[in-house]
């Protein structure tokens, strides 16, 4: 099986600073890569789909890149609504590995 | 719009059985695979289990295969969990999460989760 793994698992930042998370498949796969955001006491909502197409409706402060084993999510500018643990996710096979997570923030 | 309620979550004695539901509204039930995925108290998803959408084919993640069953009944729009032999490492909310097409089966709806604690 293809396991996810995330880093940081934690990070603080000011708003409006840069912030990039990285997912690391352990052997690659076609970009069936997705980003969840968890707000605390929320529900995952989608944010990223096919690597690095956005969800409709969420901000355009959000990006993803990346392919085969290393992708990239990125928030361009910090906002405070955005502190929450962010996921990947490889999908279209089985299993559909989630990894551990990445907690943002705000210092 | 899309909703999804999950419910049966409860407190279960380690050993026993627990059944989870989730009942679909507000888009074709029939023609989505659906997922399991649960949240351990302060911990990470992990995704559990899928079935396709007419209910034949079925994926199980090794810590629940052989003592988990997915299932679902079209006529009712619900997803189904049967959970036997349960251990307190099962205490999760359990989401059931539905995919956004058979080729892009990412999740794009969440339900609000069910809480099952598996303790004596």
């Known amino acids: 099986d293809i396991q996810m793994t995330q880093s940081p698992s934690s990070l603080s930042a000011s708003v409006g600073d840069r912030v990039t998370i990285t997912c690391r498949a352990s052997?690659?796969?076609?970009?069936?890569l997705a980003w969840y955001q968890q707000k605390p006491g929320k529900v995952p909502k989608l944010l990223i789909y096919a690597a690095s197409t956005l969800q409709s409706g969420v901000p355009s402060r959000f990006s993803a890149s990346g392919s085969g084993t290393d992708f990239t999510l990125t928030i361009s500018s910090l906002q405070p609504e955005d502190v929450a643990t962010y996921y990947c996710q490889k999908y279209n096979s089985d299993p559909w590995t989630f990894g551990q997570g990445t907690k943002v923030e705000i210092k | 719009q899309v909703q999804l309620v999950e419910s049966g979550g409860g407190v279960v004695q380690p050993g026993r059985s627990l059944r989870l539901s989730c009942v679909g509204s507000?888009?074709?039930?029939?023609?989505?695979?659906m997922h399991w995925v649960r949240q351990a108290p302060g911990k990470g998803l992990e995704w559990m289990a899928v079935v396709s959408y007419n209910g034949r084919t079925t994926y199980y993640s090794d810590s629940v295969k052989g003592r988990f069953t997915i299932s679902r009944d079209n006529s009712k729009s619900a997803l189904f969990l049967q959970m036997n032999s349960l251990r307190a490492e099962d205490t999760a909310v359990y989401y059931c999460a539905k995919e956004n097409s058979n080729s892009d089966d990412y999740f794009d709806s969440w339900g609000q989760g069910t809480l099952v604690t598996v303790s004596s």
């Open positions: 052997q690659g796969f076609n970009n069936f």
């Open positions: 507000g888009f074709i039930f029939s023609d989505y695979g």
